[in-house]
């Protein structure tokens, strides 16, 4: 009986020893006493060239948080970010129209993206992807410690190159080239049709403000003119400044005198529309002046999805004023 005790007893501290030990082992516990947690795969990542040299991003970013002013072509790309710095120029806390339109308030803003950002913004946005543009330079070491920076080497006034540049970053080259056919397509059908009315006639980007005007011969509005429909740029136009245009006395827009003036101008009320020399410019007098604003041309003119929309706006009211 006592040996059958013995027994007994040995075999229940045994069982007690093995729970004890499974115990340990469902519970993952280190030495003090916490529970471990299970590692997490870290994301694929792949390694892009930027501005300064090479960045490692994320394979497959789900949030892009952008302020190098490549918003719209992240869309045209099928790419939707969680912060944006295309916001409107004079209202920086404010996504232009176009991206209101399209993304409403699914993305938070970080300011101008010419103009310095909010860097808590982005922070606050949780992004897996940074993208900077040439503005941010001095805040690219705060921005770096958020998430993987990508510095993008192209402004607003280079459209095409910054295009290709976010195409090739995200592996998007097709869809790229997609967009652009189907745009430059369009640009072609508005050349047919313009030129069978308005034949050799020239054209001229002006820009009017309070004190000064400004003729463009690229970037923006006159990449769309001269660049995409190919219309005949108005001879003796100035050679530009990086901004695309030059400041030009009204006296010289009297010996360019265009057949057509593309005219930017947020009012009536500029130094332009106010001299005599502007009576007497042959588009003047003919009524083939095309008003946009200066605040719609900052706003859309530089971008993938503005672009598109005010080229058909000015090549349709071109044509709507010179049918024959």
């Known amino acids: 009986m006592a040996r059958g005790k013995r027994y007994w007893l040995i075999g229940m501290f045994s069982f007690a020893l093995f729970v004890s030990g499974c115990s340990q082992s469902s519970g993952g516990s280190n030495g003090g006493g916490e529970t471990a947690e299970i590692p997490t795969s870290a994301p694929q990542m792949r390694t892009v060239k930027d501005a300064a040299g090479e960045v490692s991003i994320p394979v497959n970013p789900t949030r892009i948080a952008d302020i190098s002013g490549s918003t719209e072509e992240l869309l045209a790309l099928g790419i939707e970010p969680v912060l944006s710095g295309n916001t409107q120029y004079e209202s920086p806390g404010e996504l232009t129209p176009i991206l209101q339109k399209e993304l409403g308030s699914k993305v938070s803003v970080a300011g101008w993206f010419q103009t310095e950002v909010s860097i808590e913004a982005v922070a606050a946005a949780n992004p897996d992807v940074i993208l900077a543009g040439p503005t941010q330079e001095k805040i690219y070491e705060q921005l770096s410690k958020i998430a993987p920076t990508v510095r993008v080497p192209y402004g607003f006034n280079a459209f095409r190159d910054r295009f290709v540049f976010i195409a090739d970053t995200f592996d998007k080259k097709a869809e790229m080239d997609a967009w652009l056919k189907t745009y430059d397509a369009t640009a072609k059908d508005w050349h047919d049709q313009i030129v069978a009315n308005t034949g050799e006639a020239t054209f001229a980007v002006i820009e009017a403000a309070a004190k000064e005007i400004r003729i463009?011969?690229?970037?923006?509005?006159?990449?769309?003119?001269?660049?995409?429909?190919k219309l005949p740029k108005a001879?003796?136009?100035?050679?530009?400044?990086?901004w695309g245009g030059k400041v030009t006395s009204l006296e010289a827009l009297?010996?360019?005198?265009?057949?057509?003036?593309?005219?930017?101008?947020?009012?009536?009320?500029?130094?332009?529309?106010?001299?005599?020399?502007?009576?007497?410019?042959?588009?003047?007098?003919?009524?083939?002046?095309?008003?946009?604003t200066t605040k719609q041309s900052y706003n859309e003119a530089f971008f993938a999805l503005g672009k598109k929309a005010m080229l058909d706006q000015i090549a349709s009211e071109i044509v709507k004023k010179n049918q024959k």
Do not use: C, F
């Not at 463009?216 to 429909?229: C, E, L, N, Q």
């Not at 001879?235 to 990086?242: C, H, N, V």
């Not at 003036?261 to 106010?274: F, G, K, R, T, Y």
């Open 254 to 292: 009297a010996s360019l005198n265009p057949d057509h003036v593309i005219l930017l101008a947020d009012s009536d009320q500029n130094v332009l529309e106010q001299s005599q020399i502007w009576n007497h410019i042959k588009a003047k007098q003919d009524g083939k002046v095309y008003r946009i």
């Open 235 to 242: 001879a003796g136009i100035p050679e530009p400044d990086p």
């Open 216 to 229: 463009y011969a690229k970037t923006g509005v006159a990449d769309m003119i001269y660049s995409d429909i």
